[in-house]
């Protein structure tokens, strides 16, 4: 079992940054494709970042150039740093960690960005 603690969310001014964290409580990251996924009001669920144990990014288009996602292996820490938000980021975001090969997912609790205009 592997719990995924976000921090970071909160109300920012359009244009502002923010940057989430999630804390695994123990280190599944060369096993594991990381990502941040969000979800609004009377919306589904969506994909913005995902991160592969060798490293590859991948972007939703309505942030890329905009959002980066990383991982701290020391810290058990992946990180999703957001510049140039807009009232559209506005969500709960959430953490996952995915092994698709042995069918294995975990999520988070997620944490809310509001983005005022």
């Known amino acids: 079992q592997v719990q995924l603690v976000e921090s970071g969310g909160g109300l920012v001014q359009a244009g502002g940054s923010l940057r989430l964290s999630c804390t695994a409580s123990?280190?599944?990251?060369?096993?594991?494709?990381m990502g941040w996924y969000r979800q609004a009001p009377g919306k589904q669920r969506e994909s913005v970042a995902v991160i592969s144990s060798g490293g590859t990014t991948n972007y939703a288009d309505s942030v890329k150039g905009r959002f980066t996602i990383s991982i701290d292996n020391a810290k058990n820490t992946v990180y999703l740093q957001m510049n140039s938000l807009k009232p559209e980021d506005t969500s709960v975001y959430y953490c996952?960690?995915?092994?698709?090969?042995?069918?294995?997912?975990?999520w988070g609790q997620g944490t809310q960005v509001t983005v005022s205009s």
């Open positions: 996952n960690a995915a092994n698709r090969v042995v069918g294995y997912e975990y």
């Open positions: 123990r280190n599944i990251f060369s096993r594991y494709v």
